[in-house]
């Protein structure tokens, strides 16, 4: 059998005529046409990105390249546990979709004989095709019902889903119709290729006899007149319609092109230098950022990820770079990108209005469910930092805070404790008095004055204490680490705060730090160097579990016996990937059952309290505190045990609006291991 019958044709005598000229036609015409349609489609997406800002995103190429495979080849991001059906159908569709082409690929080496590898290659490939359109069909299938049928909310179909869905179909199936007509004329019999083309094989047998008769007026233009023209049809669409499939190739462009420093670290404003702060205009972001907004494919998932919107508030991740996609193609309109149009509508108010940029809790959850890589906090903030620092345009109560933040260096106006209230009794070494310590504790603003979390800050004091560590606090020297400045978006007050600690830790040569604040966790370890503060930060929860495997301090039983959930925080989660440490305490801690919640570690939800929320007034109906705490009800814990002062806070106001209080109560972790060491804690 030759390789020709082995492609399942008559033979060499036709091969010409009707193999040959269609490809003639396809590479010599079509091809080329292609090619200048995606060059074309391409160059005015990458001319749209230039008009954005410097941003360096070289380096660190292997590690770039082996993510970008990671996503866009091993879908790592796309399937996950909770997202296993649009995940699997996202593999059919794309693993479908290569082995259908490399099939194809393999069978153009054909071309005339030109070249002969082993001819049961053809074989192979013809077979590997055909597995492929069958993925396609079933990943398809998945994908229209669960866009027409099934209908999650996060899903917004629009006509062009429609023609994509038609027009991906019919080239599937015509090109099965294609391969059962070329073996319905054949003169091989089974079982020579039947295996090798099991669903041509079975197409084969619908074609009536007047057509198979007639094969010689219909081969030779099968392909060019069902297949090949409107495949290159379909792709030139792809690339100059703005389709979404243009996402095959931007958004691995995008994965390849993520920011590689650390994720709660946001870009500084270089003060001195700065022309305008912040981002009023289209053109005020990077360009890595216009490439976020081509790379987004609307799935949806930062949508049901946002706790804002989940909490009925106008805030909406997906609409957000949609809107500033429609945007920036409507200031720069299609064809050509050479002058922005004279007349735009504002896009601090009209585009993206001001109540949404104030939603926005930062806490992550939208850039952690996107499977792409886009990066939605870094805009928001910028875009506040415009309202803030150009145009002085807060919240009330959150100008307020910002107010108390430049005059008292602490953002709780009205307190009336001082920094060290919390210390009474104890004992602490305060630096101005005693430098001689081995870890500087940095208390924070929260822990420090207000009155919940005073207990909190006790309590770390005293397992510190009875580890024998040598450790000091700053006391009144102590200001905000200028993580509630920094994420309302004045990046002035920030820096000026930052800097400003930065010498008095220098002053006092601190080297350690250990912090019961994942704000200020992440501030120190991940802001500061940025300003050339490089300490070595440690949160209260790893540094007490790394006492507790050392033996440093023992831990006991309660008998309480209540059933405890622990709250993932949001800046020492998802920021900082620190999920187990809080988590094997309470492990170590016996007479105590341990639940998770519902929506845990990664996919935790927010308390409310980032981005400036702690300061801010908010609708009681919607709250996201509250939302957070009916998880904990759900869980029927009796106690939710939190890292961090904002989340303590946020869950006390939260079980009182629930009316659960005296049922169901917040302690941090340090109460709780303090409780199980068998301290007096009347003291703490």
């Not at 057509?211 to 049809?233: G, N, Q, S, Y």
């Not at 001082?418 to 870890?439: Q, Y």
């Not at 770390?460 to 020297?477: C, D, M, S, V």
Request: charged share 20%.
């Amino acid at each position: 059998m030759d390789s020709l019958r082995e492609l399942f044709w008559a033979g060499q005598e036709v091969y010409i005529t009707q193999v040959f000229m269609p490809i003639i036609i396809g590479v010599g015409i079509f091809f080329p046409a292609i090619i200048g349609l995606f060059v074309l489609g391409f160059y005015r997406r990458y001319r749209l990105w230039k008009v954005g800002q410097g941003d360096n995103r070289s380096g660190e190429w292997l590690t770039r390249l082996l993510t970008t495979l990671a996503v866009a080849v091993a879908n790592v991001r796309i399937v996950r546990l909770k997202e296993l059906y649009p995940g699997l159908m996202h593999s059919l569709i794309f693993g479908g979709t290569a082995l259908l082409f490399l099939g194809k690929i393999i069978r153009l080496f054909s071309f005339g004989g030109l070249t002969v590898p082993p001819q049961s290659i053809y074989l192979y490939a013809s077979l590997i095709s055909e597995i492929g359109g069958v993925l396609i069909i079933i990943g398809g299938g998945m994908a229209v019902y669960r866009r027409y049928i099934r209908r999650p909310p996060r899903l917004d179909t629009v006509p062009e889903d429609n023609l994509v869905f038609v027009w991906a179909s019919l080239l599937v199936l015509t090109g099965f119709m294609i391969k059962g007509y070329r073996i319905a004329v054949s003169d091989i019999t089974p079982p020579d290729w039947t295996m090798w083309s099991p669903v041509g094989y079975l197409i084969s047998n619908v074609f009536p006899t007047f057509m198979t008769e007639a094969k010689d007026e219909i081969l030779v233009w099968h392909r060019v007149l069902i297949h090949t023209i409107p495949a290159f049809v379909f792709l030139g669409y792809i690339w100059l319609n703005r389709s979404r499939l243009q996402h095959i190739l931007i958004s691995p462009l995008n994965v390849f092109f993520r920011s590689l420093k650390p994720k709660g670290a946001l870009a500084p404003i270089d003060l001195e230098k700065a022309e305008s702060f912040g981002v009023s205009q289209i053109e005020g972001f990077t360009w890595k950022q216009l490439l976020d907004l081509d790379a987004c494919t609307r799935c949806g998932r930062c949508q049901d990820a946002c706790p804002a919107y989940f909490s009925g508030k106008k805030l909406n991740p997906k609409k957000v770079i949609q809107d500033l996609k429609a945007h920036l193609q409507a200031v720069y309109p299609y064809p050509l990108v050479k002058k922005p149009v004279e007349s735009r509508p504002d896009m601090l108010t009209e585009v993206i209005t001001e109540e949404v940029l104030w939603d926005c809790t930062t806490c992550r959850a939208c850039q952690q469910a996107c499977p792409v890589y886009i990066e939605h906090v870094d805009k928001m903030i910028d875009m506040r930092r415009n309202l803030a620092m150009e145009k002085s345009q807060f919240p009330e109560s959150a100008q307020e805070a910002l107010k108390s933040l430049g005059t008292r260096e602490h953002p709780w106006r009205g307190t009336t404790a001082g920094r060290t209230d919390w210390a009474k009794g104890l004992g602490v070494k305060v630096l101005a008095e005693d430098k001689n310590i081995d870890i500087l504790y940095w208390v924070g603003c929260t822990a420090a004055l207000e009155d919940r979390n005073m207990k909190v800050s006790a309590a770390t004091a005293r397992i510190l204490q009875a580890a024998g560590i040598n450790f000091g606090i700053l006391g009144t020297e102590e200001a905000c680490c200028g993580d509630p400045a920094r994420r309302l978006g004045d990046e002035y007050l920030f820096q000026t705060l930052c800097q400003k600690n930065i010498e008095i830790l220098k002053s006092y040569n601190v080297t350690k730090i250990v912090t019961t604040c994942p704000h200020c966790f992440n501030s120190l370890k991940n802001e500061y160097p940025q300003f050339g503060g490089n300490f070595e930060v440690i949160h209260h929860t790893r540094f007490i579990n790394d006492l507790i495997a050392s033996g440093k301090i023992k831990l006991g039983g309660l008998a309480s016996n209540k059933t405890v959930a622990y709250h993932d925080s949001c800046y020492l989660g998802r920021y900082n990937d620190i999920y187990q440490p809080p988590r094997d305490i309470l492990q170590a801690i016996g007479g105590i059952k341990k639940v998770e919640l519902s929506r845990c570690m990664s996919t935790s939800f927010c308390c409310g309290g980032g981005g400036g929320h702690m300061w801010m007034e908010e609708e009681p109906a919607k709250r996201v505190n509250t939302k957070r705490t009916q998880d904990v009800i759900d869980a029927k814990a009796d106690l939710v045990a939190t890292a961090c002062p904002y989340c303590l806070s946020m869950f006390e106001d939260g079980l009182k609006t629930k009316e659960v209080a005296e049922s169901v109560k917040a302690i941090d972790l340090s109460e709780l291991v303090l409780q199980a060491m068998a301290l007096d804690t009347k003291k703490a």
